[in-house]
């Protein structure tokens, strides 16, 4: 972001949903939508779950939802892109949060000493 006082949209992608289910190239219509986000240090990445909590998962979702989770790349000067190569479907489990070891999503901080 160049101006935080100005933020401007640069690009967006639609994945899952309630209503349109909209898919990812690798797994097709996606059941359950983007619900944890972590952006890279460096900014140039953007990791999705769709799992948010289960009771909440239930209640927007009663069929029930595969999990699965997927990386957006953002290229400097705007946009997004979908890295269509990382696509994880985990069958009877629902990823919540993205922690890489070494600390790349920027939770992970914390999790790390200097």
């Known amino acids: ?35 944890m986000v972590e952006l890279s240090r460096d900014g140039r990445r953007v990791y999705l779950t ?16 595969d999990g699965w989770l997927t990386r957006l790349d953002a290229p400097e ?10 696509f994880a479907e985990f069958e009877g489990e629902r990823p919540h949060q993205v922690r890489l070891e070494g600390g790349d999503a920027s939770s992970d901080s914390y999790c790390f000493p200097d």
């Open 50 to 65: 769709n799992s948010l909590y289960a009771s909440w998962d239930a209640q927007f979702y009663p069929e029930g939802i």
């Open 77 to 86: 000067g705007g946009g997004l892109s979908l890295d269509s190569d990382l």
């Open 1 to 35: 972001m160049t101006d935080p006082h100005r933020p401007r949209e640069t690009g967006s992608i639609r994945l899952g949903g309630i209503v349109q289910r909209a898919p990812h190239p690798t797994a097709g219509p996606l059941n359950g939508g983007p619900q």
